[in-house]
């Protein structure tokens, strides 16, 4: 795929690609200065045996200012010369990973990408209201941030990466939003999902409860969605843009790929060689 011409016509940007140098490594090095989680009953570590890296313990109750003054004194000499090249370069990210407000989807983590790599939007139940529903609705947040990744950032791919076990798409499904919430409102933009839950289903997706075959929906709902932005859809005509929608298994940790014509999922494969 042809790299996409850059806009620089906001204010602060700047002008050199590409992640700095030797950040991967870098990337690994703060990754080792994690302290891992304890060992699961089976004795292994989150990573399992011999793994490299380790993420984040997590933390028993209200802990935030103390996980802050670990980073500060552990992590962030290891991390400082990546962010510092990033801040003098400008963000250059290839990707917008869209994805839901859930504190159980860490985007990096699940796509091993690191500072500078993804320009994430997270919503509650990763919605993309349509354009002219935000519009009429007065939502311009995530139109901003998908008009800014693709008209001024440039990103080549836009992930839409919906979970098991959200929150937001049980209360869609069985209309348990508070009446005059926030939430209540918010899910008037996944209605579009309800209805399009309601065709025959993928045979992939057959097995899966009610709530996560409406999850898969919903994602490929969300791509359809990001087609109604004029840049968005300009960009894909053009062959610069690329959408994904992406189906993130909590229990069994497995990442799959939406189809959005038939819903099913559909495996990672590896990247092909060369």
């Known amino acids: 795929m042809n790299r996409p011409h850059r806009s620089r016509s906001h204010a602060g940007e700047h002008t050199t690609a590409g992640p700095p140098a030797g950040w991967r490594a870098r990337l690994a090095a703060l990754l080792r200065g994690f302290r891992p989680r304890p060992a699961t009953p089976t004795g292994h570590g989150i990573l399992g045996p011999g793994a490299v890296g380790a993420v984040p313990r997590q933390r028993d109750g209200d802990d935030l200012l103390g996980g ?10 290891l991390v400082r010369p990546v962010l510092a090249e990033l801040a003098a ?11 839901c407000a859930d504190s159980r989807v ?14 994430c939007v997270r919503t509650v139940g990763n919605l993309v209201p349509r354009h002219v529903a935000a519009f009429a609705e007065g939502d311009h947040s995530v139109g901003a941030a998908v008009e800014y990744a693709v008209e001024v950032l440039g990103v080549t791919t836009i992930a839409v990466c919906g979970h098991s076990d959200c929150g937001a798409v049980r209360a869609l499904l069985t209309g348990s939003a508070p009446p005059r919430s926030h939430l209540r ?15 025959p289903a993928s045979p992939s997706t057959e097995e899966l409860p009610v709530a996560e075959r ?13 087609l109604t932005y004029p840049s968005v859809r300009e960009a894909v005509q053009a062959g610069r843009l690329n959408l994904v929608g992406m189906y993130f298994d909590l229990a069994a940790t497995r990442v799959y ?4 014509d038939r819903y099913g999922l559909d495996p990672v494969r590896a990247p092909a060689a060369g």
């Open 257 to 260: 790929l939406v189809d959005p």
């Open 214 to 226: 409406l999850c898969v929906t919903n994602v490929a709902q969300q791509v359809e969605n990001l």
């Open 185 to 199: 409102a918010w899910l008037r933009h996944a209605e579009p999902s309800l209805i399009r839950f309601h065709e």
């Open 68 to 77: 802050v003054y670990e980073f500060e004194q552990r992590c962030a000499p």
């Open 89 to 99: 370069r400008g963000q250059r990210p290839r990707q917008l990973f869209i994805t």
């Open 106 to 119: 860490v985007p990096n983590l699940i796509t091993a990408t690191g500072p500078g790599d993804l320009f």
